[in-house]
C-alpha cells in the first residue's frame, strides 16, 4: 500500500520549513514592534462562527461534523475567530488590543482533480477597540513595514473606503441593488449595461467603477457626485488619511472606491497589497476596517470596532524566491561529537551537551556509529559542519575542522 496525501494536501521539508520561518520572523519582528501579541485560535470552528460576519461562503470551508452532530469547518481566515474569542474569552479586556496570528487556513477548491492546494499560511494582525483614523493610519503603516523588512519594494496599495462605496450604491433600486454591486465588483461595464436601469443611474454606476487611479483625481471626482452630509464626512476623512499616509508612508497608492468585494464584512477602508512584478501582478495581502463584526458574536450584540490585514505566505514566497532573498539550504550544524569507541559514549554525550550550552544557536551533532574515520569525515563535508570532535573515553577531545 502507498499512502498518498489527499488532493490538495501540501507536505513542507525542511528547507520549504526554513524558508517559510525566514519570512515569519521577519513579519513577527515587526508585529513585536508594532507592539502587537500572537493569538493562537481553534482550527475547527462552528460553521455558523465562520459565516456570521458574512464575508464566508460555506461553499469554500471544509467542512467536518463531530458526534453531536454540529456542523464544524475548518477556518478559511482568522479574523472572525479572532471576533469570537475576543467578545467572549477576552471579554473584561481593555482596549485597544493589538493581536497578530500566524497560522495555517483552509479553503476548498472547486477541482480536485488539478491538486490545488487547500490549505495556505497566513501572518496578520487585528487592532481591536479603536474606530479613528490614527488606527487605520497605524495598521497601513504596520502594513508597509512588513514589507520593507522582507525587502520587497515593488509593490502598491488598492485603497478603497466600503463605507463610502455602499451608500454610493444606496441610490439603487434595491431589487438591483447586488446585481450593481456584483457588477462593480467584478469590474463588469457590460453588466452594467445590461440591467434595466436608467441612464442616469447606469451612468451613476459606471463612474463608481471608474472611481479608480490617483488619489487626487478620485477624492475630487467623487466629490464632484452630489454627497449628502454623512457622504461627505467620509471623503473627507479618507482625505485626512491618503494625507497622512502620503507624508508618512513610502509607497505607492491607488484609492479605488469601485474595490468591494461581493462578500464582505467591511464597514470602512478595505485594501490589498499588490506587488508589481515582470510575471504580473499579484496580491500579497488584504484587509479592513469591520466595525459590525464584533457585534455578531457578542452576547449582547455590543460593537467594538476593529481593523486589521493577512499577508498570505505562499504569495510573498513566490515573489522572494525571484529575487533569491531566502535560505538556499538549511542551516549546516557546526559540530559532530564523535564517540572513538563503544567505552566513550558516555564523555561523547557530556562533551555535546557541553558544546550545546556553551552559546546561543549552536548546532551539535553525535554520529550514531556504524562508520569509519574516513566516512564521517565525508558525511561532514557533505553536510558542511565544520568541526569534527573524537571523544575518546577518559574525555579527552580532538577537535578537527572540516575544510
Ligand atoms: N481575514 C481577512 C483579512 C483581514 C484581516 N483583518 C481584516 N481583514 C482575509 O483573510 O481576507
Not at 453588466?191 to 479608480?212: F, G, H, Q, V, W
Request: glycine share 6%; proline share 3%.
Amino acid at each position: 500500500m502507498v499512502y498518498q496525501p489527499p488532493a490538495g494536501a501540501r507536505d513542507l521539508l525542511p528547507l520549504d520549513v526554513a524558508q517559510k520561518c525566514w519570512i515569519e520572523n521577519r513579519l513577527q519582528q515587526v508585529f513585536h514592534r508594532w507592539g502587537y501579541h500572537r493569538i493562537i485560535t481553534s482550527t475547527l470552528e462552528r460553521i455558523d462562527t465562520l459565516m456570521a460576519g458574512g464575508a464566508i461562503q460555506r461553499s469554500t470551508v471544509i467542512q467536518l461534523q463531530n458526534a453531536e452532530d454540529e456542523e464544524l469547518g475548518l477556518r478559511p481566515e482568522l479574523t472572525a475567530s479572532i471576533a469570537r474569542t475576543a467578545v467572549t474569552r477576552m471579554a473584561g479586556v481593555t482596549y485597544p488590543q493589538r493581536l497578530y496570528y500566524n497560522t495555517n487556513v483552509f479553503q476548498r477548491t472547486c477541482d480536485y482533480r488539478r491538486n490545488q492546494p487547500q490549505e495556505f499560511y497566513q501572518a496578520g494582525v487585528e487592532l481591536l477597540g479603536s474606530g479613528g483614523l490614527l488606527a487605520d493610519v497605524e495598521v497601513l503603516l504596520l502594513l508597509a513595514d512588513c514589507l520593507q523588512a522582507l525587502s520587497i519594494n515593488n509593490w502598491y496599495l488598492i485603497l478603497g473606503e466600503a463605507g463610502i462605496t455602499q451608500s454610493l450604491l444606496q441610490v439603487f433600486p434595491a431589487n438591483l441593488r447586488n446585481q450593481v454591486r456584483n457588477a462593480i465588483a467584478h469590474l463588469d461595464r457590460v453588466a452594467i449595461d445590461n440591467l434595466p436601469l436608467t441612464e442616469e443611474l447606469r451612468s451613476r454606476a459606471t463612474t463608481i467603477l471608474d472611481l479608480r487611479g490617483n488619489s487626487v483625481d478620485v477624492l475630487q471626482k467623487v466629490s464632484s457626485l452630489d454627497l449628502d452630509a454623512p457622504q461627505q464626512e467620509a471623503v473627507n476623512n479618507l482625505k485626512s488619511l491618503v494625507e497622512l499616509l502620503e507624508n508618512q508612508g513610502n509607497f505607492l497608492l491607488i484609492l479605488d472606491l469601485s474595490l468591494i468585494q461581493t462578500f464582505d464584512y467591511y464597514t470602512g477602508i478595505s485594501f490589498e497589497v499588490v506587488s508589481d512584478t515582470e510575471a504580473g501582478a499579484r496580491v500579497l495581502g488584504r484587509g479592513g476596517r469591520y466595525d459590525q463584526l464584533l457585534g455578531q458574536y457578542h452576547p449582547q450584540g455590543d460593537n467594538i470596532p476593529g481593523i486589521g490585514f493577512a499577508l498570505f505566505i505562499e504569495d510573498l514566497y513566490q515573489i522572494l524566491s525571484c529575487y533569491q532573498q531566502l535560505p538556499q539550504k538549511t542551516p549546516p550544524s557546526n559540530w559532530l561529537v564523535v564517540a572513538e569507541n563503544n567505552q566513550a559514549y558516555d564523555a561523547a554525550f557530556a562533551y555535546a551537551q557541553k558544546l550545546r550550552n556553551s552559546t546561543h544557536l549552536v548546532r551539535v551533532e553525535m554520529d550514531l556509529g556504524g562508520r569509519d574515520a574516513e566516512a564521517i569525515r565525508q558525511y561532514a563535508r557533505d553536510r558542511s559542519i565544520a568541526q569534527i570532535a573524537w571523544v575518546k573515553a577518559d574525555g579527552s577531545t580532538t577537535i578537527e575542522s572540516n575544510n
